[in-house]
């Protein structure tokens, strides 16, 4: 669709439906895909198979060491139209979406040595391409000159009942009510840490994904691209 590069920030909460939202979009536009979820969930991997946390308690001075040697990707799949996270070369994506992490993520995600290291390498990530990337504070932080940037939310029975249904899929043992807790979890930790809370930037739109379709979310997205690259 553009010949122009674009930046293109996705924020909003969990299991809001933000990053099926990216990766649709980025497929749409042929932009490239940058997952900053996963990011975060694949350190929390790593503190954990490190021993650096135990009992939501971090040892910060070991993971700061861990943070600064680990390497992260991400990979088109074309067999299966997907992105998939690589943490130090090895396939983790089933791994970080497991209920485990999940409960974890937000305690390494609040550490602001952790937070500057990621957000130095999905700048890194962005320098050279038309990108879409979804996060927490991508329109706030991490690109605040974002070309496009909008906020993603829906109802919290509506997100949880989402990533229910996901975890079933993937075969995981969880209940709704388990998940119904962990996003109210989640809620609260985003926008009451201390370093870079979940907020929506001044000049973000917003997207209620519980009120549209996937195909009419693309759409009016596609309008708003379409309506920026003609300015």
């Known amino acids: 669709m553009a010949e122009r590069k674009l930046v293109i920030a996705v924020d909003g909460y969990s299991s809001s439906g933000k990053s ?6 980025a497929a749409e536009l042929e932009y490239a895909f940058i997952d900053t979820g996963a990011m975060y969930r694949a350190v929390t991997l790593a503190a954990s198979r490190a021993g650096v946390l135990n009992d939501n308690k971090v040892d910060e001075v070991l993971l700061k060491e861990l943070v600064d040697r680990i390497k992260i990707r991400f990979t088109y799949n ?3 139209k997907k992105s998939q996270t690589f943490l130090d070369g090895e396939l983790v994506e ?7 992490i999940s409960n974890k993520v937000s305690y390494i995600a609040q550490i602001r040595f952790v937070r500057t290291k990621l ?3 999905q700048r890194e990530m962005g320098k050279e391409a038309s990108v879409i990337m979804d996060g927490r504070d991508i329109g706030t ?3 605040p000159n974002a070309d496009i940037k909008l906020f993603v939310t829906a109802d919290v029975q509506i997100r949880a009942e989402r ?3 996901e975890m079933i899929a993937n075969g995981l043992d969880v209940t709704l009510e388990e998940v119904i807790d962990n996003v109210r979890k989640r809620d609260h930790i985003d926008e009451t840490r201390d370093e ?3 907020r929506k930037a001044d000049d973000a739109i917003v997207l209620d994904t519980g009120k549209f379709t996937p195909r009419e979310q693309l759409d009016w997205l596609l309008e708003i691209v379409k309506n920026k690259l003609e300015k």
């Open 20 to 25: 099926t939202l990216a990766k649709d979009f």
């Open 78 to 80: 074309r067999e299966l």
């Open 94 to 100: 089933e791994e970080i979406r497991s209920m485990e």
């Open 119 to 121: 957000v130095d390498m």
């Open 141 to 143: 932080v991490v690109f």
């Open 163 to 165: 990533r229910y249904k």
């Open 196 to 198: 870079s809370p979940l």
